[in-house]
């Protein structure tokens, strides 16, 4: 498989299952109240590293988190802010990956486990603190103008967010290498199953979110 194909096949596929958990776990978490926004958004950080560690393609973990966001607009009620958010975290985190790659690149340095680490909890809690505000004064959302409701987000839920993205980072080196090392030796078979795995979560994706609509 191509270059330009891996990326759209695996944007396909780790966007979809980033958007199920966002619809499966976020309604889940919504019924027990308890706070989404840190557990979403680790599981993010988990598949915006595994895919950026299998390709390094500047732009492809935005394009990634617009997929998975996509999936809100088939949800009802639907809230822009939800929206943005993933948007958010899929956007600050590919500049900082970008920046810590090139970095490394001129540098003459390897990509380390540590640095990888260190960008996505930079990246989470960068999202989180630029978050509040862009609700509140951008999109005009007046959830954000409610008392407390924006510093919880931008400290409470910002700080819990970043302690779980860095075992999230981590899962997901671990399961790029793993994947990356057995792409190596695939064949045609093996990126067929690849693609239909890609078009089965997204298949899946739409499925659930117009179960939980209707």
Request: positive net charge; contains cysteine; aromatic residues 12%.
């Amino acid at each position: 498989m191509s270059t330009k194909r891996l990326i759209i096949t695996s944007v396909i596929l780790f966007g979809s299952l980033w958007g199920l958990a966002e619809l499966g776990i976020g309604e889940m978490a919504w019924n027990a109240d308890i706070p989404r926004a840190p557990i979403l958004t680790a599981i993010g950080i988990l598949f915006l590293v595994l895919s950026r560690r299998i390709w390094s393609a500047p732009g492809s973990s935005f394009a990634l988190s617009a997929l998975a966001g996509a999936f809100k607009f088939l949800q009802h009620p639907f809230w822009g802010c939800k929206v943005a958010a993933v948007l958010m975290v899929g956007l600050i985190f590919d500049v900082a990956l970008t920046f810590y790659e090139a970095r490394q690149r001129s540098t003459d340095r390897d990509i380390t486990v540590g640095g990888v680490i260190a960008a996505s909890a930079l990246a989470t809690l960068l999202s989180f603190v630029a978050f509040g505000p862009f609700a509140r004064y951008v999109l005009s959302n007046p959830y954000w103008s409610m008392a407390g409701k924006m510093f919880d987000y931008m400290v409470a839920q910002g700080l819990i967010a970043t302690a779980l993205a860095i075992p999230a980072a981590w899962i997901g080196l671990k399961l790029s290498e793993r994947l990356s090392l057995s792409a190596e030796s695939w064949t045609h078979m093996n990126w067929l199953v690849y693609r239909l795995a890609a078009a089965g979560s997204g298949i899946a994706g739409i499925a659930a979110a117009l179960a939980l609509k209707y």
